[in-house]
């Protein structure tokens, strides 16, 4: 059952039913939350570990959550935090950057389902290719369709860094996929 934010807040702020106001929270933007982190985690297993880290670090350091932005805003930022270090735990266990970037890529092609689409598989690696700050916006803003304003409080930079950082990953991910695509 899906809740207003308002609802899920009063029930996290009462003792009494803040078990049932996480459960609320769960239902509502459990979707959401993990196609982003999937989408920077690529491995299924993983996002859906990091979607429980996110949770769990919501409901117990809900009390900080200061009401001056919406919930989903709160909780994107702390799923990416989660989901970012992930990918540095996975980065300390490849020995460069370009294994790194290798790893995820395969990780991409092994979770495409197998009647994907070419394109949606390239788009997936050059995605993948981004720096960090490039995917993390790129991602916010093509799949989840938020404004830059939004993305701007989610990831705590302005919002013409985060125009910028979308436009090259946009460019980067359009040269890629010209340059790899098998037409």
């Given at each position: 059952?899906?809740?207003?934010?308002?609802?899920?807040?009063?029930?996290m702020?009462?003792?009494?039913?803040?078990?049932?106001g996480?459960?609320?929270?769960?239902?509502?933007?459990q979707?959401?939350?993990?196609?982003?982190?999937?989408?920077?985690?690529?491995?299924?297993?993983?996002?859906?570990?990091?979607?429980?880290d996110?949770f769990?670090?919501?409901?117990?350091?809900?009390?900080q959550?200061?009401q001056?932005s919406?919930l989903?805003t709160?909780?994107y930022r702390i799923?990416?935090?989660?989901?970012?270090?992930?990918?540095a735990k996975?980065k300390k266990?490849?020995?460069?950057?370009?294994?790194?970037?290798?790893y995820?890529?395969?990780?991409v092609?092994?979770?495409?389902?197998?009647?994907?689409?070419?394109?949606?598989v390239?788009?997936?690696?050059a995605?993948?290719?981004l720096?960090?700050?490039?995917?993390?916006?790129?991602n916010?803003?093509?799949y989840?369709?938020?404004?830059?304003?939004?993305?701007?409080?989610i990831?705590?930079?302005s919002v013409?860094?985060?125009?910028?950082?979308?436009?090259?990953?946009?460019?980067?991910i359009?040269?890629y996929?010209r340059e790899?695509?098998?037409?």
């Open positions: 059952m899906k809740c207003k934010d308002d609802e899920i807040i009063s029930l702020l009462q003792p009494n039913s803040s078990e049932k996480l459960r609320a929270m769960m239902d509502t933007y979707s959401r939350l993990y196609w982003h982190i999937r989408r920077l985690i690529v491995q299924h297993d993983l996002a859906q570990d990091v979607l429980q996110t769990i670090k919501a409901y117990n350091n809900f009390g959550f200061k001056d919406k989903y709160w909780l799923a990416t935090n989660e989901a970012l270090q992930q990918l996975l266990m490849q020995k460069t950057d370009e294994d790194a970037e290798y995820m890529q395969n990780l092609a092994q979770n495409a389902e197998h009647d994907a689409e070419e394109i949606q390239l788009l997936q690696k995605i993948q290719t720096p960090e700050k490039q995917k993390l916006v790129f916010i803003r093509y989840d369709e938020l404004p830059f304003e939004e993305i701007s409080n990831l705590e930079m013409s860094t985060c125009k910028t950082n979308y436009h090259y990953a946009k460019e980067k359009e040269n996929i790899n695509y098998e037409s």
